[in-house]
């Protein structure tokens, strides 16, 4: 008897992951702008602001992300603010586990200066 296996959905790219794992890190204060830096300031690379903005899309088009508006500052418009999802999380975790998986005995070859 043969057993049927959910389909896994698709492996995150590194850019989704840093942009899933920023959103985590900004808490409620995740919007485009701020992603943006902290991925430039964690990661240590320089990110164009329309890659975000994409990057955002279809992670919330993949339910990975949701977003709503918070309101708007004195004279401003409303900003659009993202939060991890729990099917985003298990992207992430099992993103991660599968570097983590790879890098396993490589130890001696990564720790080389």
């Given at each position: 008897m043969s057993t049927l296996l959910a389909p896994m959905?698709?492996?995150?790219?590194e850019f989704e992951v840093l942009v899933l794992l920023a959103v985590m890190h900004l808490g409620?204060?995740?919007?485009?702008?701020?992603?943006r830096s902290e991925i430039e300031r964690r990661a240590q690379r320089k990110v164009a602001r329309g890659a975000v903005?994409?990057?955002l899309d279809r992670l919330e088009a993949k339910r990975l992300l949701m977003s709503h508006l918070a309101s708007a500052s004195p004279g401003g418009r409303p900003r659009r603010n993202y939060n991890v999802s729990p099917k985003g999380l298990r992207a992430v975790r099992r993103a991660l586990a599968a570097v983590e998986s790879m890098r396993l005995g490589l130890e001696l070859l990564l720790d080389e200066s």
């Open positions: 959905s698709a492996p995150l790219g409620d204060h995740a919007y485009p702008p701020a992603v903005y994409v990057t």
